[in-house]
């Protein structure tokens, strides 16, 4: 979708993860390990926003003057490998919605 952007991210805590023990280490981690999520989407946001503004004066990118990201994001911790696939696959369909959205416009 061009409006918006889904994604997964996988904090690496160190630990091998074999299905086995994904509850276990769930229960010894708890819910955020390593980085919090607000900091690696802060950084996210500010590299592309960076590297967006750096076209616009060296490469003619078209100007956008409105904001390229959104104030919030959405988060949801995916606690199981059925979870997970249900999720990759909702974001790998998802562009071909894009024809449906509200804001698709034909001319673009």
Known sequence: MPNHLHGIIQIDTGLSTNPG???E???????HT???????????????????????????????DKRLWQRNYYEH?????????????????????WQSDKYFQKNQ
Do not use: C
Request: hydrophobic residues 30%; charged residues 20%.
């Open 34 to 64: 390593g980085a919090p999520l607000h900091q690696v989407v802060q950084w996210f946001k500010t590299m592309t926003t960076t590297e967006y503004i750096r076209n616009v004066k060296t490469r003619d990118w078209p100007r956008f």
């Open 77 to 97: 911790i995916i606690r199981s490998e059925q979870s997970y696939a249900k999720i990759a696959d909702y974001i790998e369909g998802n562009p071909s919605k």
């Open 25 to 31: 280490i769930q229960n010894h981690l708890g819910a």
């Open 21 to 23: 023990q994904y509850q």
